[in-house]
């Protein structure tokens, strides 16, 4: 195969992988590139009719050179550093600006950091003797000649390309700390999870070696005490039979807990929460001696998230507990109704018939509503009535948007207990950025300084 038959193969293979890019790259990419290739070619050419050139065909290829370099940049980028030989020994001063900024972003594209330094140092050196070139046609250059030569090759080539080195290699610097931080917070995530998971664990087993035992205990002898009172004492068959039975209930909801201590994700509601969970707690009450009635004013649950009928069951029950233990013997009324995203529960219990003294409770079970509810978005109010008796009532989304309630929770715990997060990567890089970018800005001063002179003799010529 002939080498201009091999040439023509790879020009055509690059054009079909430049049109893959293009095509494949973001819109927002392509239509950035097209306006800054657009603005280089408008500026470069746009003082040619107002200041006609010696040679306008040159300058106008100079311009569109400039502009092809802006695009070229992101897929050739050695090969762009090369192509701004033209432009540094060209006459057009207004494509030659262009130069620092493409050189700047081209350089940060090659790696390793010995490769662009020789592409940067062959394409200086081209540019110094280009021009050196281009001043010899018109007679043997000066001194003056040279040195202007080998300061502009250095304060459009080597200076920008010194900045952009800087900054390109603080790049991957800074995305390893990002990837390392990242991976610190998971790793602290999944610690705290882990001893969170231990700790209930732990709590699962006392309770189920403790409580366990004695609930069964409770239960075996409620068992034995119904059978001699159904024998002995038939009036009390009843009462031995629905202690018989909480003491069960009681078991099953022991075990209910410790399965949602030992698997967070996992806890079983079931039905509760429904018309038919609530008429068994109402029903219970009653069983138990207290003059209970479940008013029902909602067309259904249809859509209603496990964790609302959840706290719906824990707030009748406490409610009922409540009223049991200190207004025995008062009329107490559960209300349950919704209003479109929301449900409201209220337990309601007139002042008991015999005035008694204030309970001794250490409202543990109020303050477990209180958070339950406030997970979820709701609203809890407990307190005295004004005529008298006690009411405690909840306000719950129908859907709540926030996390299970044992969620991790990436918050940190008030109070500066637990362990906190991480530092934002932002705080963690923002000094070595700033540093690197103040070091880059000083070298490119001179560059900027040349440029702007340039551009004001241009201008005034």
Known sequence: MSPAV???SRARREAAAI?????????????TESVLAGLVLLCSLAPVPLVPPAHPVSVALLGVWAALLVPARRMYPTLTVLCCVPLIAGDNVWAMVVVPCV??????????????????GASAA???LLSIAAQSLSGLPKMPYLAVGAGVAALFILLPALSGIMLGRRRPLTRLLRE??????????????????????RIASEMHDLLGHRILLISVHAGALQLAAERQAPPLASQAELLHTTAGTAMDELRGILGVLRHPSGENIGERGTHESLSALVADARSAGADAELHWNATGQTGTDARTRQA???VTREGLTNALKHAPGAPVRVTFHDEGETVVITVVNDAPPVPRPPGDGNRSGLIGLQERISLLGGALHAGPRPEGGFVLSARIPLRPDSPPVYA??????????GSRPPLSTEVLTWPRLLGGGCVAILVLLPTVGTTIALLIMAVLH
């Open 408 to 417: 991790t929770s990436p918050r940190p715990v008030s109070g500066g207990a």
């Open 6 to 8: 091999r040439l023509w």
């Open 180 to 201: 390392r931080n990242a991976y610190l917070e998971q790793a602290r995530l999944l610690t705290d999870e882990t001893a969170r998971m231990e700790e209930r664990a």
């Open 126 to 128: 081209g540019a110094a």
């Open 312 to 314: 719906v069951h824990r």
């Open 103 to 120: 050189v700047w972003s081209a350089v940060r594209r090659i790696t390793p950091a010995r490769r662009a330094w020789a592409v940067v």
């Open 19 to 31: 049109r893959e890019a293009v095509r494949t790259a973001p819109r927002r990419t392509v239509v």
